[in-house]
């Protein structure tokens, strides 16, 4: 079983004796950051509760096992086994409070799912055009260019071959008509 004593200013101190091992974290929380530490020691199994104690110089914990009295100083984010029992006399005794898990709500079950709609038949796609170049999905045809083959331009003078976009026969200098 875990327990916290909370300390104010945002740092709590959480204690767990799990099997011979007992662990301490200390958290410390602010708006926007978060720290933590923690420690294990082996003081055996808890025969009673844990104490915490605030002093000049931190806060002690007493755990108490078969194996006899342990002493922890939480300072900050330091954990400190002390080999001497420290004194408690000007001590204040905190609280501590079961760190358990509060039980689940069961959960509502789940609306079944409606049946899905019968889908509708597509329509036909249009042809894709995009310049010269055209497209279609119903007989998965794509043509580019032209689909007519070029015509060939001569000179009506000499009958030289020109070009789409001459003006004038390169051959003869004869004015094309446009």
């Given at each position: 079983m875990a327990y916290i004593c909370d300390l104010g200013a945002g740092v709590q101190v959480y204690v767990e004796n799990s099997g011979m091992q007992t662990t301490i974290t200390s958290a410390s929380s602010s708006p926007g950051q978060q720290q933590q530490a923690s420690s294990s020691f082996t003081t055996g199994k808890w025969l009673q509760l844990p104490t915490a104690f605030r002093t000049a110089?931190?806060?002690i914990l007493r755990f108490e096992s078969a194996q006899g009295q342990y002493f922890v100083q939480v300072q900050g984010n330091s954990t400190i086994a002390l080999n001497s029992p420290p004194s408690l006399a000007n001590a204040e005794?905190?609280?501590l409070t079961e760190a358990g898990v509060p039980p689940m709500q069961p959960m509502q079950?789940?609306?079944p799912m409606k049946p899905m709609e019968p889908m509708k038949p597509m329509e036909p796609m249009k042809p894709m055009t995009m310049n010269n170049m055209e497209m279609r999905?119903?007989?998965m045809s794509m043509q580019m260019g032209n689909s007519a083959p070029a015509a060939k331009h001569f000179c009506p003078q000499c009958?030289?071959?020109t070009g789409e976009s001459d003006?004038?026969?390169t051959s003869c200098g004869h004015?094309?008509?446009a």
């Open positions: 110089s931190g806060v005794e905190l609280p079950p789940m609306a999905m119903g007989n009958g030289a071959k003006r004038f026969c004015r094309l008509q």
